[in-house]
């Protein structure tokens, strides 16, 4: 018999979606003709761009000859795209060598297995509320996570604590599920304690593309040290509309160096490009031509028109939550906004009354983590139209409370 890992018994049940589904079915069923609208996932809606189709196509049509035909290509991706991606990382001001972008089919997948990096003896900080992959990976692992609240106080941004060390830290900017975003002087506090606590930190960037202001940081490695204490995540999923076509890219650069117990110095790039190389077979030509056209600018421009619809959803929830007086975070430089649940209901709660009442799905904030109890998550993910009709019945229905 196999001795199983039995850290997996140490996973919550990943119910939220799967109960989300089925409150909603059972509601649908017992009203029938009533439209429900859901702003709950966390998925794009928006076709992709012309650009991104036309790569995609050129893929496809070099597969049918024989003498641009493409076999298994270079675990890290394609010089083409990590040169794209370079590039696209300097036209916002930052410099990152093409040598250390890794690409994959997504950003879930490197930040889950970006862990198998690090032993267990490790003190991990993650954020509540958070993306549940950082929680759930480790927890596979059989590794202990102290928690950083993310709370109204400190805007859903934690800060480090100097007097406690850890090794590894988990952030995610703009955030998921809170839309908070870090500064660069709240990312340079990060960087200096990671670079006195000998520590690395895991930076998940997904949502970059979503920022407006250009005082706001896209990528850590606009903080000055950042390369010597952090890897970046990135996907294609939110910026052009990946997450059925699936690409990501994360940066592991070279100076990212420790020392090993034995006095060996071990190097982070190095070990990623093994674990990649033997456990992965890299992301299909054809999709990597899609994701080079999203980073000429032409294609990132065609993007940009999706963002600015989803921007355009967020303003009128964010709108309807002013008038209304809710206290929320995020639906500026995110597509996601995060508010107090009205009258200090509990989030399931709260998800009942709104679906009963108002036929509007979101995501309760329990699902990601402690801290989220009282909170509610919106996307603006939806169709303009229904967007505007599920805020018309929210403000009829709220207004009233
Ligand atoms: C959507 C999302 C990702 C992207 O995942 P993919 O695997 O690239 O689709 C990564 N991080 C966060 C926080 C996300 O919300």
Redesign the pocket.
């Known amino acids: 018999m196999p001795k199983l890992n039995e850290h997996y018994q140490n996973l919550k049940e990943n119910y939220l979606f799967a109960e989300i589904a089925r409150r909603v079915a059972a509601y649908q069923e017992a009203h029938p003709d009533q439209k429900v609208i859901r702003l709950g996932i ?1 998925d794009v809606t928006r076709p992709l761009g012309a650009r991104a189709i036309e790569g995609l196509h050129a893929g496809v049509e070099a597969m049918g000859s024989a003498d641009t035909f493409m076999g298994y290509g270079p675990e890290q991706g394609y010089a083409f795209l990590r040169e794209a991606i370079s590039a696209y990382y300097a036209r916002n001001g930052v410099s990152v060598d093409a040598e250390d972008i890794f690409i ?8 889950g297995n970006i862990s198998e990096l690090f032993d267990v003896d490790n003190v991990i900080l993650i954020p509540d509320p958070v ?1 549940p ?1 950082y929680v759930d990976s480790n927890i596979m692992g059989g590794k202990q996570i102290a928690y950083m609240a993310g709370n109204a106080e400190n805007g859903f941004l934690p800060m480090p604590d100097a007097s406690v060390h850890a090794d590894i830290i988990y952030l ?1 900017s703009p ?2 599920p809170t839309g908070a975003v870090y500064n660069k002087e709240q990312l340079k506090v990060w960087v200096d304690y990671a670079i006195a606590n000998e520590a690395v930190i895991l930076f ?1 960037s ?2 970059e593309a979503f920022i407006t202001d250009p005082e706001l940081p896209r990528s850590i490695y606009a903080v000055e040290g950042a390369k010597r204490c952090a890897i970046e ?1 990135c ?4 910026t052009a509309g ?2 059925g076509t ?3 890219y994360c940066v592991v650069p070279r100076e990212l160096t420790f020392t090993a117990s034995n006095g060996t110095v071990m190097s982070l790039h190095a070990m990623w490009n093994r674990r990649q190389s033997t456990k992965f077979n890299g992301t299909s030509y054809i999709v990597q031509k899609g994701a080079e056209a999203v980073f000429s600018e032409e294609g990132m421009r065609q993007c940009q028109e999706n963002i600015s619809y989803y921007q355009e959803n967020a303003r009128v929830i964010a709108d309807t939550l002013t008038k209304l007086g809710i206290r929320f975070f995020g639906g500026v430089h995110s597509p996601y906004i995060w508010f107090e649940c009205p009258d200090g209901m509990e989030s399931w709660a709260f998800f009942d009354y709104l679906l009963s009442n108002a036929q509007v799905v979101g995501t309760p904030g329990a699902g990601f983590g402690e801290n989220g109890r009282n909170y509610f998550r919106l996307t603006s993910f939806g169709s303009r139209e229904n967007t505007i009709e599920a805020m018309q019945r929210f403000e009829k229905l709220l207004a009233a409370v």
Do not use: E
């Open positions: 966390g994959s089919d997504g950003a879930k997948s490197d930040t993306y992959v995610c955030n998921n998940d997904a949502y995540f996907s294609l999923s939110k990946f997450t699936r690409c990501g």
